[in-house]
């Protein structure tokens, strides 16, 4: 609770020095595209902070994001234009194909006993290199087709709202009530603060640790179909590059320990809104969005740093 107090004052007074840096406050145009930046890199938040609380991490993400964004357009593009049963059945294709990389992971990972590092970091490589191979290098988009679906998953707001943004809203109340109002969120929790004590206590480790994978894949997979509803196209060698390390910054701000076992969806979505605020701040400032990455690095730092003072002034003896 302290945490997430902590991340809503510091979001707080940001905003504030936000509003006097630029002389005025806001206009909407602003707020919609800062939400649809916030509701978009929020989804990749909370599958990345959901991994971390069950002690796990994956740096494929944004291959993933670039494979199914690649594959979607391909796939919509054969017999989908005007069949609304295909529409639906290549998005559940694409996002079968995130559940399967996942529980590939998992079983990787549980089953051989291999380090989620190096099980994730060859994956960053595999996915991206079917990308690039399966689309030639070429560019896949969905040019001015598919306008119904683009306004369903992006165009058309909600009320004021963007849509990626309510579709944040829903997923964080969907996982916040699992991670926080269930008896299985508690189990990942449980095995990522401490897995061997889970194991004694009777919790099928494995199966739950599969799941979080899979919940994180299919989640990058579905960010990958907003991509492209989005931008209308993909580009394999770089769409989704870099996403991983956003995702798993913004959920390290938000209060989720890497060690595992820590972690709100709450706090997950504040760290995310931090981010993009800093994005916004370094712009009204003059400073070059190519110094963004900086300016996070030096935020994650700083706050790594005042958590570790902190944890050893309290377990100092009084």
């Given at each position: 609770m302290k945490k997430l107090?902590?991340?809503?004052v510091f979001l707080a007074l940001l905003y504030a020095a936000l509003c006097i840096a630029r002389g005025q406050l806001p206009d909407y145009a602003f707020h919609y595209n800062l939400g649809r930046d916030i509701g978009y890199y929020g989804i990749m938040t909370l599958e990345a902070g959901i991994l971390i609380i069950s002690g796990g991490i994956d740096l494929s993400i944004g291959s993933v994001v670039g494979l199914t964004a690649t594959l979607l357009p391909m796939i919509l593009l054969a017999y989908g234009e005007t069949n609304a049963a295909y529409q639906v059945f290549a998005i559940c294709l694409v996002l079968g194909l995130g559940a399967l990389i996942g529980l590939?992971?998992?079983?990787l990972i549980t089953k051989l006993g291999l380090q989620p590092f190096v099980v994730t970091l060859c994956g960053l490589f595999i996915y991206r290199g079917l990308a690039?191979?399966?689309?030639?290098?070429?560019?896949?988009?969905?040019?001015?087709?598919?306008?119904?679906?683009?306004?369903l998953l992006y165009a058309d707001p909600v009320g004021p709202f963007p849509k990626f943004f309510v579709i944040l809203l829903i997923l964080v109340g969907v996982f916040g009530v699992f991670l926080h109002g269930t008896l299985y969120g508690r189990y990942l929790f449980a095995i990522g603060g401490n897995e061997r004590a889970a194991r004694y206590a009777g919790i099928a480790v494995d199966r739950y640790k599969i799941l979080a994978y899979v919940i994180c894949s299919t989640l990058a997979a579905f960010a990958g179909i907003l991509y492209v509803m989005q931008h209308n196209s993909a580009l394999p060698?770089?769409?989704?590059?870099?996403?991983?390390?956003?995702?798993?910054?913004?959920?390290?701000?938000?209060?989720?320990s890497l060690r595992g076992g820590e972690g709100t969806v709450p706090s997950m979505v504040l760290g995310t809104a931090i981010i993009w605020l800093l994005d916004r701040w370094t712009l009204t400032l003059g400073i070059r969005s190519?110094?963004?990455s900086t300016v996070v690095g030096a935020f994650l730092l700083a706050g790594a740093i005042l958590e570790e003072m902190l944890r050893r002034w309290q377990s100092e003896p009084r």
């Open positions: 107090l902590g991340l809503t590939a992971h998992g079983v690039r191979w399966i689309s030639e290098e070429q560019v896949m988009g969905l040019g001015n087709r598919f306008a119904q679906l683009k306004g060698s770089n769409t989704g590059s870099f996403y991983e390390l956003y995702a798993i910054a913004a959920a390290v701000l938000g209060g989720c190519e110094l963004l």
